[in-house]
Protein backbone atom coordinates (compact mmCIF):
# COMPACT_ATOMS: atom_id res chain seq x y z
CA UNK A 1 0.00 0.00 0.00
CA UNK A 2 1.28 3.29 -0.89
CA UNK A 3 1.39 6.31 1.38
CA UNK A 4 -0.63 4.31 3.90
CA UNK A 5 0.26 6.33 6.50
CA UNK A 6 -1.36 9.48 4.96
CA UNK A 7 -4.74 7.27 4.01
CA UNK A 8 -5.05 6.16 7.39
CA UNK A 9 -5.18 9.68 8.85
CA UNK A 10 -6.96 11.28 6.34
CA UNK A 11 -9.70 8.42 7.02
CA UNK A 12 -9.33 8.99 11.24
CA UNK A 13 -9.26 13.15 10.20
CA UNK A 14 -12.71 12.47 8.19
CA UNK A 15 -14.25 10.13 10.61
CA UNK A 16 -13.70 12.43 13.38
CA UNK A 17 -15.40 15.25 11.40
CA UNK A 18 -18.21 13.49 10.00
CA UNK A 19 -19.06 12.48 13.77
CA UNK A 20 -18.51 15.67 15.16
CA UNK A 21 -21.48 17.27 15.70
CA UNK A 22 -22.10 13.89 18.07
CA UNK A 23 -19.01 14.49 19.70
CA UNK A 24 -19.85 18.37 20.28
CA UNK A 25 -23.58 17.46 21.49
CA UNK A 26 -22.44 14.98 23.70
CA UNK A 27 -19.69 16.61 25.44
CA UNK A 28 -21.40 20.19 25.74
CA UNK A 29 -25.18 18.80 26.90
CA UNK A 30 -26.82 20.67 24.60
CA UNK A 31 -30.47 19.30 25.04
CA UNK A 32 -32.74 21.69 23.29
CA UNK A 33 -35.62 22.67 25.35
CA UNK A 34 -38.92 20.90 24.92
CA UNK A 35 -41.56 23.11 23.55
CA UNK A 36 -43.86 24.91 26.31
CA UNK A 37 -47.31 25.19 25.33
CA UNK A 38 -49.91 27.83 26.17
CA UNK A 39 -52.69 25.25 27.55
CA UNK A 40 -56.50 27.59 26.41
CA UNK A 41 -57.40 30.49 29.21
CA UNK A 42 -61.01 30.61 28.58
CA UNK A 43 -61.25 27.94 31.16
CA UNK A 44 -62.11 25.05 29.18
CA UNK A 45 -60.04 21.73 30.31
CA UNK A 46 -61.14 19.03 27.48
CA UNK A 47 -60.15 18.90 24.24
CA UNK A 48 -62.16 17.00 21.29
CA UNK A 49 -60.33 13.84 22.05
CA UNK A 50 -58.17 12.72 24.83
CA UNK A 51 -54.74 14.71 25.35
CA UNK A 52 -52.50 11.98 23.86
CA UNK A 53 -54.77 11.03 21.05
CA UNK A 54 -54.50 14.92 19.95
CA UNK A 55 -50.94 14.98 20.48
CA UNK A 56 -50.06 12.67 18.25
CA UNK A 57 -52.48 12.39 15.71
CA UNK A 58 -54.27 16.16 15.24
CA UNK A 59 -52.67 16.27 11.58
CA UNK A 60 -55.21 12.97 10.88
CA UNK A 61 -58.41 14.36 12.89
CA UNK A 62 -57.66 17.93 11.18
CA UNK A 63 -57.81 16.03 7.61
CA UNK A 64 -60.68 13.98 8.14
CA UNK A 65 -62.62 17.18 9.37
CA UNK A 66 -61.25 18.80 6.20
CA UNK A 67 -63.21 15.61 4.15
CA UNK A 68 -65.95 15.69 6.20
CA UNK A 69 -67.07 19.02 5.98
CA UNK A 70 -65.53 20.29 2.33
CA UNK A 71 -66.84 17.13 0.75
CA UNK A 72 -69.66 15.64 2.14
CA UNK A 73 -71.07 18.66 3.80
CA UNK A 74 -71.52 17.26 7.58
CA UNK A 75 -69.99 19.83 10.34
CA UNK A 76 -70.46 18.21 13.80
CA UNK A 77 -68.30 15.61 15.41
CA UNK A 78 -68.83 13.59 18.23
CA UNK A 79 -65.97 12.82 20.55
CA UNK A 80 -65.38 9.33 20.94
CA UNK A 81 -63.40 10.23 24.33
CA UNK A 82 -66.77 12.19 25.91
CA UNK A 83 -69.71 11.70 23.32
CA UNK A 84 -69.64 15.52 23.44
CA UNK A 85 -70.47 17.35 19.55
CA UNK A 86 -68.10 19.41 18.47
CA UNK A 87 -68.40 22.35 14.80
CA UNK A 88 -65.97 20.29 12.80
CA UNK A 89 -63.79 23.96 12.24
CA UNK A 90 -60.72 24.66 12.77
CA UNK A 91 -61.39 28.47 13.29
CA UNK A 92 -64.01 28.12 15.29
CA UNK A 93 -63.58 25.09 17.28
CA UNK A 94 -59.85 24.45 17.55
CA UNK A 95 -58.95 27.81 17.73
CA UNK A 96 -61.69 29.13 19.96
CA UNK A 97 -59.75 27.30 22.95
CA UNK A 98 -56.46 27.65 21.35
CA UNK A 99 -56.64 31.24 20.68
CA UNK A 100 -52.91 32.00 20.14
CA UNK A 101 -51.19 30.49 17.19
CA UNK A 102 -47.76 31.74 18.16
CA UNK A 103 -47.90 29.93 21.63
CA UNK A 104 -49.43 26.78 20.72
CA UNK A 105 -49.49 25.73 17.00
CA UNK A 106 -46.25 27.21 16.03
CA UNK A 107 -44.52 26.69 19.64
CA UNK A 108 -43.91 22.58 18.65
CA UNK A 109 -44.31 22.68 14.62
CA UNK A 110 -41.19 25.02 14.92
CA UNK A 111 -39.34 22.88 17.07
CA UNK A 112 -40.19 19.55 14.84
CA UNK A 113 -39.12 21.62 11.77
CA UNK A 114 -42.62 21.33 10.19
CA UNK A 115 -44.48 24.12 7.97
CA UNK A 116 -48.15 22.80 7.64
CA UNK A 117 -50.01 25.29 5.03
CA UNK A 118 -52.94 25.48 7.32
CA UNK A 119 -52.59 29.07 7.85
CA UNK A 120 -52.19 29.75 3.85
CA UNK A 121 -55.43 30.22 3.91
CA UNK A 122 -57.53 29.75 7.49
CA UNK A 123 -57.35 32.84 9.14
CA UNK A 124 -55.46 32.89 12.85
CA UNK A 125 -57.51 34.52 15.37
CA UNK A 126 -57.12 37.77 15.93
CA UNK A 127 -55.01 39.54 19.11
CA UNK A 128 -52.65 36.21 18.11
CA UNK A 129 -49.36 37.58 16.02
CA UNK B 1 -72.93 -46.05 -18.56
CA UNK B 2 -75.07 -44.59 -21.16
CA UNK B 3 -77.64 -44.22 -18.43
CA UNK B 4 -75.37 -42.12 -16.34
CA UNK B 5 -74.17 -40.01 -19.26
CA UNK B 6 -77.83 -39.19 -19.75
CA UNK B 7 -78.43 -38.05 -16.45
CA UNK B 8 -74.93 -35.62 -16.66
CA UNK B 9 -75.98 -33.87 -19.01
CA UNK B 10 -79.85 -33.78 -17.95
CA UNK B 11 -78.36 -32.01 -15.30
CA UNK B 12 -75.93 -30.05 -16.62
CA UNK B 13 -78.48 -28.52 -19.44
CA UNK B 14 -81.09 -28.03 -16.20
CA UNK B 15 -78.28 -25.89 -14.16
CA UNK B 16 -77.45 -24.45 -17.56
CA UNK B 17 -80.77 -22.82 -17.60
CA UNK B 18 -81.14 -21.88 -14.00
CA UNK B 19 -77.87 -19.97 -14.20
CA UNK B 20 -79.42 -17.74 -17.04
CA UNK B 21 -82.88 -17.40 -15.88
CA UNK B 22 -81.47 -16.32 -12.59
CA UNK B 23 -78.77 -13.75 -13.99
CA UNK B 24 -81.39 -12.05 -16.67
CA UNK B 25 -83.75 -11.72 -13.54
CA UNK B 26 -81.40 -10.05 -11.72
CA UNK B 27 -80.59 -7.98 -14.94
CA UNK B 28 -84.31 -7.02 -14.74
CA UNK B 29 -84.41 -5.88 -11.29
CA UNK B 30 -81.46 -3.74 -11.68
CA UNK B 31 -82.22 -2.37 -14.51
CA UNK B 32 -86.10 -1.49 -12.91
CA UNK B 33 -84.12 0.08 -9.80
CA UNK B 34 -82.45 2.15 -12.05
CA UNK B 35 -85.46 3.82 -13.37
CA UNK B 36 -86.91 4.27 -9.68
CA UNK B 37 -84.02 5.78 -8.60
CA UNK B 38 -83.77 8.04 -11.49
CA UNK B 39 -87.64 8.89 -10.93
CA UNK B 40 -86.50 9.79 -7.17
CA UNK B 41 -83.98 12.01 -7.96
CA UNK B 42 -85.95 14.26 -10.44
CA UNK B 43 -88.89 14.37 -8.16
CA UNK B 44 -87.80 14.15 -4.69
CA UNK B 45 -84.35 15.50 -2.90
CA UNK B 46 -83.51 18.97 -2.47
CA UNK B 47 -82.42 21.37 -5.76
CA UNK B 48 -81.41 24.17 -4.22
CA UNK B 49 -81.56 27.69 -6.61
CA UNK B 50 -82.20 31.42 -7.02
CA UNK B 51 -84.78 33.74 -8.53
CA UNK B 52 -83.79 37.24 -9.10
CA UNK B 53 -86.75 39.55 -9.25
CA UNK B 54 -85.14 42.15 -12.07
CA UNK B 55 -88.48 43.98 -11.25
CA UNK B 56 -87.67 44.63 -8.34
CA UNK B 57 -84.05 46.30 -9.02
CA UNK B 58 -84.45 49.77 -10.28
CA UNK B 59 -81.83 51.21 -12.35
CA UNK B 60 -79.66 52.88 -10.13
CA UNK B 61 -80.42 51.30 -6.63
CA UNK B 62 -77.58 50.85 -4.46
CA UNK B 63 -79.09 47.63 -3.81
CA UNK B 64 -76.85 45.52 -6.12
CA UNK B 65 -73.67 47.27 -4.51
CA UNK B 66 -75.16 45.85 -1.37
CA UNK B 67 -75.40 42.55 -2.29
CA UNK B 68 -71.84 42.43 -3.91
CA UNK B 69 -70.25 44.04 -1.15
CA UNK B 70 -72.06 41.19 1.38
CA UNK B 71 -70.98 38.53 -0.66
CA UNK B 72 -67.92 39.48 -0.94
CA UNK B 73 -66.79 40.58 2.46
CA UNK B 74 -68.26 37.22 3.95
CA UNK B 75 -66.58 35.45 2.05
CA UNK B 76 -62.87 37.03 1.91
CA UNK B 77 -62.95 38.21 -1.88
CA UNK B 78 -59.81 40.43 -2.79
CA UNK B 79 -60.42 43.58 -4.32
CA UNK B 80 -57.93 44.79 -6.95
CA UNK B 81 -59.24 47.79 -7.82
CA UNK B 82 -59.42 47.91 -11.76
CA UNK B 83 -56.98 45.45 -12.42
CA UNK B 84 -59.10 43.52 -14.57
CA UNK B 85 -56.71 40.89 -15.18
CA UNK B 86 -56.12 40.02 -11.72
CA UNK B 87 -60.39 40.71 -10.75
CA UNK B 88 -61.74 38.15 -8.57
CA UNK B 89 -65.57 38.24 -8.45
CA UNK B 90 -68.11 35.83 -6.68
CA UNK B 91 -71.21 37.83 -7.71
CA UNK B 92 -70.69 41.03 -9.90
CA UNK B 93 -72.95 42.85 -12.31
CA UNK B 94 -73.52 43.66 -16.12
CA UNK B 95 -75.63 45.13 -18.06
CA UNK B 96 -79.13 43.28 -19.15
CA UNK B 97 -78.13 43.07 -22.66
CA UNK B 98 -74.20 41.80 -22.14
CA UNK B 99 -75.50 39.49 -19.32
CA UNK B 100 -78.34 37.96 -22.07
CA UNK B 101 -76.37 38.19 -25.07
CA UNK B 102 -76.94 35.23 -26.56
CA UNK B 103 -80.69 36.46 -26.43
CA UNK B 104 -80.31 39.69 -29.02
CA UNK B 105 -82.88 41.51 -27.30
CA UNK B 106 -83.25 43.92 -30.95
CA UNK B 107 -85.75 46.32 -29.60
CA UNK B 108 -85.77 45.90 -26.16
CA UNK B 109 -87.90 46.80 -23.24
CA UNK B 110 -86.73 50.29 -21.83
CA UNK B 111 -86.49 49.57 -18.76
CA UNK B 112 -84.95 46.70 -19.43
CA UNK B 113 -82.17 48.74 -21.95
CA UNK B 114 -78.61 48.98 -19.75
CA UNK B 115 -80.44 47.59 -16.37
CA UNK B 116 -77.89 46.45 -13.85
CA UNK B 117 -77.95 42.80 -13.42
CA UNK B 118 -77.01 40.95 -10.81
CA UNK B 119 -74.49 37.72 -12.02
CA UNK B 120 -73.18 34.97 -9.88
CA UNK B 121 -72.73 31.18 -10.30
CA UNK B 122 -75.44 29.29 -11.62
CA UNK B 123 -74.64 26.09 -9.51
CA UNK B 124 -75.98 24.55 -13.43
CA UNK B 125 -77.68 20.81 -13.07
CA UNK B 126 -75.39 19.72 -15.50
CA UNK B 127 -72.10 21.78 -14.62
CA UNK B 128 -69.25 21.62 -17.23
CA UNK B 129 -66.76 23.45 -15.05
CA UNK B 130 -67.09 19.98 -12.70
CA UNK B 131 -66.29 17.71 -16.18
CA UNK B 132 -63.13 18.97 -16.46
CA UNK B 133 -61.65 18.94 -13.56
CA UNK B 134 -58.85 16.38 -13.10
CA UNK B 135 -58.66 16.51 -9.25
CA UNK B 136 -62.78 16.91 -8.45
CA UNK B 137 -61.51 19.97 -6.83
CA UNK B 138 -64.95 20.87 -8.08
CA UNK B 139 -68.47 18.74 -7.95
CA UNK B 140 -71.58 19.00 -8.17
CA UNK B 141 -73.35 18.11 -4.21
CA UNK B 142 -75.51 15.06 -4.81
CA UNK B 143 -77.47 16.20 -1.27
CA UNK B 144 -78.65 19.79 -2.82
CA UNK B 145 -77.04 20.76 -6.16
CA UNK B 146 -74.44 23.16 -4.66
CA UNK B 147 -71.72 22.64 -7.50
CA UNK B 148 -69.01 23.20 -4.88
CA UNK B 149 -65.35 23.79 -4.31
CA UNK B 150 -62.51 22.38 -2.37
CA UNK B 151 -59.74 24.80 -2.26
CA UNK B 152 -57.73 21.95 -0.44
CA UNK B 153 -57.84 20.04 -3.93
CA UNK B 154 -57.56 22.93 -6.65
CA UNK B 155 -54.31 22.56 -8.89
CA UNK B 156 -54.82 26.24 -10.12
CA UNK B 157 -55.00 24.11 -13.97
CA UNK B 158 -57.88 26.71 -14.59
CA UNK B 159 -59.43 23.92 -16.74
CA UNK B 160 -63.22 25.14 -15.21
CA UNK B 161 -62.65 28.87 -15.61
CA UNK B 162 -62.27 27.98 -20.05
CA UNK B 163 -64.81 25.60 -18.77
CA UNK B 164 -67.71 27.50 -17.37
CA UNK B 165 -69.59 29.37 -20.13
CA UNK B 166 -70.90 32.51 -17.49
CA UNK B 167 -66.96 33.62 -16.46
CA UNK B 168 -68.27 32.44 -12.98
CA UNK B 169 -64.95 31.50 -11.65
CA UNK B 170 -61.84 33.75 -10.53
CA UNK B 171 -58.15 32.55 -10.87
CA UNK B 172 -55.84 34.03 -8.08
CA UNK B 173 -53.30 35.47 -10.38
CA UNK B 174 -51.58 37.01 -6.79
CA UNK B 175 -51.38 36.75 -3.19
CA UNK B 176 -55.17 37.74 -2.15
CA UNK B 177 -54.74 38.55 1.24
CA UNK B 178 -52.88 41.79 0.61
CA UNK B 179 -56.21 42.81 -1.40
CA UNK B 180 -58.54 42.06 1.44
CA UNK B 181 -60.07 45.35 3.26
CA UNK B 182 -60.79 43.73 6.05
CA UNK B 183 -60.49 39.92 6.57
CA UNK B 184 -63.21 37.83 8.07
CA UNK B 185 -62.04 35.10 10.65
CA UNK B 186 -64.36 32.74 10.29
CA UNK B 187 -63.98 31.84 6.26
CA UNK B 188 -60.96 31.32 5.40
CA UNK B 189 -59.13 33.47 2.66
CA UNK B 190 -57.57 31.37 -0.82
CA UNK B 191 -53.95 31.41 -1.81
CA UNK B 192 -52.08 32.23 -5.19
CA UNK B 193 -52.89 29.95 -7.95
CA UNK B 194 -56.37 28.67 -6.38
CA UNK B 195 -59.58 29.31 -8.46
CA UNK B 196 -62.59 30.43 -6.60
CA UNK B 197 -66.15 31.20 -7.02
CA UNK B 198 -69.54 31.68 -5.29
CA UNK B 199 -70.97 28.12 -3.14
CA UNK B 200 -74.20 29.76 -2.82
CA UNK B 201 -72.90 30.52 0.87
CA UNK B 202 -73.10 26.94 1.67
CA UNK B 203 -71.32 27.35 4.96
CA UNK B 204 -74.76 29.53 5.61
CA UNK B 205 -76.91 27.63 4.63
CA UNK B 206 -75.25 24.45 6.43
CA UNK B 207 -75.99 26.80 10.01
CA UNK B 208 -79.36 27.57 8.94
CA UNK B 209 -79.21 30.99 7.26
CA UNK B 210 -79.73 32.56 3.63
CA UNK B 211 -76.95 33.23 1.17
CA UNK B 212 -75.24 36.50 2.08
CA UNK B 213 -76.74 38.37 -1.20
CA UNK B 214 -80.02 37.29 -0.15
CA UNK B 215 -79.85 38.47 3.10
CA UNK B 216 -78.95 41.64 1.75
CA UNK B 217 -81.93 41.98 0.51
CA UNK B 218 -85.14 43.73 2.14
CA UNK B 219 -87.63 42.90 -0.25
CA UNK B 220 -87.33 39.08 -1.93
CA UNK B 221 -85.17 40.87 -4.60
CA UNK B 222 -83.39 37.24 -4.45
CA UNK B 223 -85.40 33.83 -3.55
CA UNK B 224 -83.25 30.94 -2.46
CA UNK B 225 -84.82 27.84 -2.00
CA UNK B 226 -85.45 24.46 -3.48
CA UNK B 227 -86.75 24.26 -7.00
CA UNK B 228 -87.25 20.59 -6.31
CA UNK B 229 -90.29 21.38 -4.05
CA UNK B 230 -93.32 22.97 -6.04
CA UNK B 231 -94.57 24.62 -2.88
CA UNK B 232 -91.56 26.62 -2.29
CA UNK B 233 -90.78 30.00 -3.30
CA UNK B 234 -89.08 29.83 -5.46
CA UNK B 235 -91.30 27.61 -7.36
CA UNK B 236 -94.50 29.67 -6.79
CA UNK B 237 -92.50 32.81 -8.42
CA UNK B 238 -91.59 30.67 -11.55
CA UNK B 239 -95.44 29.56 -12.03
CA UNK B 240 -96.41 32.78 -11.86
CA UNK B 241 -93.67 35.24 -13.44
CA UNK B 242 -91.93 35.15 -16.89
CA UNK B 243 -88.50 34.07 -16.03
CA UNK B 244 -85.25 33.29 -17.88
CA UNK B 245 -82.14 31.95 -17.31
CA UNK B 246 -78.34 32.73 -19.22
CA UNK B 247 -77.38 30.83 -22.09
CA UNK B 248 -79.98 28.17 -21.53
CA UNK B 249 -79.59 26.75 -24.99
CA UNK B 250 -76.41 25.74 -24.08
CA UNK B 251 -77.58 22.88 -21.81
CA UNK B 252 -75.84 22.88 -18.63
CA UNK B 253 -79.28 23.38 -17.35
CA UNK B 254 -78.50 27.06 -15.01
CA UNK B 255 -80.54 26.94 -11.89
CA UNK B 256 -80.60 31.15 -11.11
CA UNK B 257 -84.15 32.16 -12.82
CA UNK B 258 -84.26 35.90 -13.70
CA UNK B 259 -87.86 37.47 -13.29
CA UNK B 260 -88.30 40.17 -16.60
CA UNK B 261 -91.76 41.05 -16.16
CA UNK B 262 -92.68 44.23 -16.88
CA UNK B 263 -92.95 45.85 -13.60
CA UNK B 264 -95.73 47.56 -14.24
CA UNK B 265 -97.55 44.44 -13.00
CA UNK B 266 -95.60 44.49 -10.32
CA UNK B 267 -97.92 46.26 -7.76
CA UNK B 268 -100.77 44.20 -8.08
CA UNK B 269 -98.74 41.25 -7.07
CA UNK B 270 -96.28 42.46 -4.49
CA UNK B 271 -96.61 40.79 -1.02
CA UNK B 272 -96.35 42.90 1.80
CA UNK B 273 -92.73 44.23 2.37
CA UNK B 274 -91.81 41.66 5.00
CA UNK B 275 -89.11 40.05 4.83
CA UNK B 276 -87.67 37.13 7.42
CA UNK B 277 -84.45 38.06 8.78
CA UNK B 278 -82.91 34.46 9.14
CA UNK B 279 -81.33 34.46 13.30
CA UNK B 280 -78.88 32.55 14.24
CA UNK B 281 -74.97 33.25 14.89
CA UNK B 282 -73.97 35.30 12.45
CA UNK B 283 -70.32 35.36 11.02
CA UNK B 284 -68.64 37.85 13.74
Aim: hydrophobic share 35%; aromatic share 8%; with cysteine.
Amino acid sequence: MYDAGKIIVGIVVFVVLATSPLWFNALTEATPEAPKLTLPTNGSTECVEATGYMRASHMDLLNQWREQVVRTGQRDYVSSSSGKVFDMSLSRTCMDCHSNKADFCDACHTYMAVSPYCWDCHVEPKGAN
Amino acid sequence: MDGNRRDFLKLAGLTALGATGASSINATTAAASTVESQAEASTGGVRLGMVIDLRKFSKNDALIERCIEACHAAHNVPDFGDDAKNEVKWIWSEDFETAFHSQEFHYIREDLKGKPTLLLCNHCNNPPCTRVCPTQATWKREADGIVMMDWHRCIGCRYCVVACPYGSRSFNWKDPRPAIDEITPDYPTRMRGVVEKCTFCEERISRGLEPACVEACSNDEIVFGNLNDPDSKVRQLLAERMAIRRKSGLGTQPEVYYIIDDPRTLQETAPAAVVEVAEGGDHA
